[in-house]
């Protein structure tokens, strides 16, 4: 496989769409988690993922975007306000709902990387693919393996943003710096 080709296969392995909710899972059998909370977790983090697919796909289909990975900076914007109140309502929901407060925290952790990427647009392109994969694999804390497998295939999506020239050095090392002070928030949240 060349570079550009494994490039291309880690960032889509470790797109946040299918890395946070295989993390979440993992992260809630791994706490021995009740079952309901595994459901709950499962379901909020798969209607995220479906929900940013299929508006990314309705973008594109009504030709409002030129391609459902919304690089150019306008539909970029558009996609993180949307992806921002689907995470904090998605949150609000699970702890109405009275589900544990980790559940809520961690989609709201997300929403706050994605609420940074915004903010910082003006100036940088923060990596959201790396913010996330670091995220996640603090979700996995304290399995020590599984945390260090999943901070290997952060390195590899880093490296995989700059090979694509999707983004710059200090967008990946924001992005990092973002989802490992994400991390650290929510483990703070879950008492871990």
């Known amino acids: 496989m060349n570079r ?6 880690l960032s889509i392995v470790g797109h946040p769409a299918l890395l946070m909710p295989a993390a979440v899972v993992l992260s809630a059998v791994g706490r021995q988690a009740p079952a309901g909370t595994v459901a709950a977790a499962v379901a909020a983090t798969v209607f995220v993922a479906l929900a940013v697919i299929g508006y990314s ?10 391609h459902v990975d919304a690089s ?4 970029r914007r558009q996609l993180n306000l949307f992806l921002v109140a689907l995470l ?3 949150a609000a929901v699970l702890w109405w709902q009275g589900q544990p407060p980790s559940l809520a925290a961690g989609l709201a952790a997300g929403g706050l990387l994605v609420a940074l ?3 910082l647009g003006r100036w940088l392109k923060m990596s959201l693919h790396v913010s996330f994969a670091v995220f996640a694999a603090a979700l ?3 399995d020590l393996a599984a945390l260090g497998a999943v901070m290997l295939l952060a390195a590899g999506v880093a490296w995989s943003r700059l090979v694509l020239r999707r983004h710059t050095p200090l967008d990946v090392a924001v992005g990092g710096l973002a989802g490992g002070a994400a991390g650290l928030g929510f483990q703070w949240v879950a008492g871990t």
């Open 72 to 75: 150019v900076p306008r539909e």
């Open 4 to 9: 550009l080709a494994c490039a291309r296969a």
């Open 88 to 90: 904090f309502a998605t």
């Open 117 to 119: 990427a915004y903010a």
């Open 140 to 142: 996995l804390w304290p």
């Open 57 to 66: 796909l309705l973008q594109v289909r009504a030709g409002r975007w030129s």
